[in-house]
């Protein structure tokens, strides 16, 4: 029998939309001679789906219309039980509709990709692509990922950050300290949020003010940060696990703006639905020798220190006066999956997706050989038991 591999995407996520583009192309991509795929629409309101009519992107114009075509279904949280099961179960006959062997989680943003689902699935113990909940929570919060980056001496920009709550309660002080550490002009960002939502460039105050009241209304924590004036904006991909990884080719990614938006990233300038390929962009970027192969290795040491799995793509930024490369952010599910950087490669689509299964794979096996308890019953060998009341 056929591996049955599980793809996860939609959720509840300002970048849902643009997960079901990754998703449907990511499907379309796999191997039918060697893997059965199962789609699994998570919808809006957190509710599981499958279905034949979920293949199809141009179905999800109508979303009732979708839903009513497919079944909803859920899984047992229980370690070891990879089923699908039926959320109304028949009459007669089994409530399991299918049994995943491995998970893709094709889900982008807050709530499907900062750890949360891969905290499910690593509950349910099956096989899955991609970041643990750990490097998936680290890598989707722009704050603790600078962190960890910096002191690990990979280069991030000057950031100052606080809690909305903070905003309200000092927002004096905190003007001032970014005042002072940082300087005009700044970008304001939601934390843990990417597609460029909420983000927003501040030349004085008063337009930062404005920037973090509306960058607070997605995000309890919020990042300001330098705005390098006279930017390049440079991606690499990195595919592997962090003990044994390779980068792909750079790009150069085109943007309309000062700032790199939602449109530019997945609608090509147009209303159009082809994802982050369809951006304008240099592939490969157009750089000397030494700046590829310094950002191909900041790449590589941003994947290793955060501790990633599977693809992610890394964003930086290159400031052209002084030519310092700086970390901008990590993508530990990136949009299209990167498959347009890993063909630029020699790694076609259809490898990528295979290379995936193969690494969540792995990461089972390994995990296997690994002691997360012990045979031995404490309470079976009799006497008080510490910190308990002993009668």
């Known amino acids: 029998m056929k591996t049955n591999i599980g793809v996860f995407f939609g959720g509840r996520s300002t970048e849902h939309e643009i997960s079901v583009i990754s998703a449907s192309q990511a499907m379309h991509a796999i191997d039918r001679d060697k893997y059965d795929v199962t789609p699994i629409y998570i919808s809006k309101q957190g509710r599981f789906y499958t279905g034949d009519a979920l293949f199809d992107v141009a179905n999800y114009r109508d979303i009732p219309s979708l839903l009513a075509k497919c079944t909803q279904v859920y899984m047992e949280p229980s370690y070891g039980d990879y089923n699908l099961y039926r959320v109304k179960k028949p009459m007669f006959g089994s409530a399991v509709l299918t049994t995943l062997d491995v998970v893709i989680p094709v889900l982008h943003g807050s709530n499907v990709e900062d750890g949360i689902f891969e905290g499910v699935l690593e509950t349910i113990g099956i096989p899955y692509a991609g970041c643990n909940t750990l490097a998936s929570a680290n890598g989707m919060d722009k704050i603790t990922m600078k962190m960890i980056l910096r002191e690990s001496g990979v280069p991030v920009i000057d950031y100052v950050w606080f809690t909305d709550k903070e905003w309200f309660k000092k927002r004096d002080e905190l003007i001032a ?9 700044v970008i304001v960002k939601p934390a843990n949020l990417g597609s460029s939502v909420g983000i927003g460039r501040a ?28 930017l390049k904006e440079i991606n690499c991909s990195v595919l592997g696990d962090c003990d044994e990884y390779q980068m792909s080719v750079l790009e150069e990614p085109i943007k309309s703006a000062e700032i790199l938006s939602y449109e530019d990233k997945y609608m090509g300038g147009t209303k159009g639905t082809k994802g982050m390929q369809a951006s304008q962009k240099r592939i490969p970027a157009d750089l000397p020798k030494d700046m590829t192969d310094r950002i191909q290795y900041l790449a590589g ?91």
Not at 179 to 184: A, L, N, P, V
């Open 177 to 185: 300290r970014i005042e002072d550490k940082i300087g005009y002009p």
């Open 203 to 230: 030349a004085n105050r008063e337009q930062m003010i404005e920037k973090i009241e509306v960058a607070e209304k997605y995000s309890s924590r919020i990042i300001v940060e330098h705005m390098v004036d006279n």
């Open 301 to 391: 040491e941003t994947f290793r220190v955060l501790g990633c799995h599977g693809v992610s793509r890394i964003d930086f930024i290159i400031d052209d006066d002084t030519k310092e490369i700086y970390v901008n952010e990590i993508n530990t599910i990136p949009g299209s999956l990167s498959f347009y950087l890993w063909e630029a490669t020699g790694l076609k689509f259809d490898q990528l997706m295979d290379r995936l299964v193969k690494l969540a794979l792995k990461r089972k096996r390994e995990q296997g050989q690994k002691t997360v308890s012990y045979d031995q019953n404490i309470f079976s060998l009799g006497g008080g038991v510490k910190g308990g009341i002993k009668k």
